[in-house]
Nanobody, 119 residues
Framework: QVQLVESGGGLVQPGGSLRLSCQAS????????MGWYRQAPGKERELVAT???????HYVDSVKGRFTISRDDAKNTVYLHLNSLKFEDTAVYYC?????????????WGKGTLVTVSS
């Protein structure tokens, strides 16, 4: 059974920082592309950042220079460091594990962790 469990969300003031963690089980973590998505109230879920098995990262423009994604394959964990937080970063943040083998796609989601940026 595949499980992705996020943690680290909470209430933070604008300009503050948080570190989100996502621990995976039930998959060979090291071969998956890991990602963080977010969904703000009334909006669609959007990609925030991804990291490949080789460590290549990708960020949505709105978080470049502020957020950092990293992974620790020994701990089956992916992290998202959120710095210089803004009101518009308020959302539920979801962890994602993705892999494709030919036409077969493996796509798993966590249940999310809430980040609230408020003064």
């Amino acid at each position: 059974q595949v499980q992705l469990v996020e943690s680290g969300g909470g209430l933070v003031q604008p300009g503050g920082s948080l570190r989100l963690s996502c621990q995976a089980s039930g998959i060979i973590f090291s071969i998956y592309i890991m990602g963080w998505y977010r969904q703000a109230p009334g909006k669609e879920r959007e990609l925030v950042a991804t990291i490949t098995s080789g460590g290549t990262t990708h960020y949505v423009d709105s978080v470049k220079g502020r957020f950092t994604i990293s992974r620790d394959d020994a701990k089956n964990t992916v992290y998202l460091h959120l710095n210089s937080l803004k009101f518009e970063d308020t959302a539920v943040y979801y962890c994602n594990a993705y892999r494709s083998v030919g036409a077969v796609r493996y796509n798993y989601w966590g249940k999310g962790t809430l980040v609230t940026v408020s003064s």
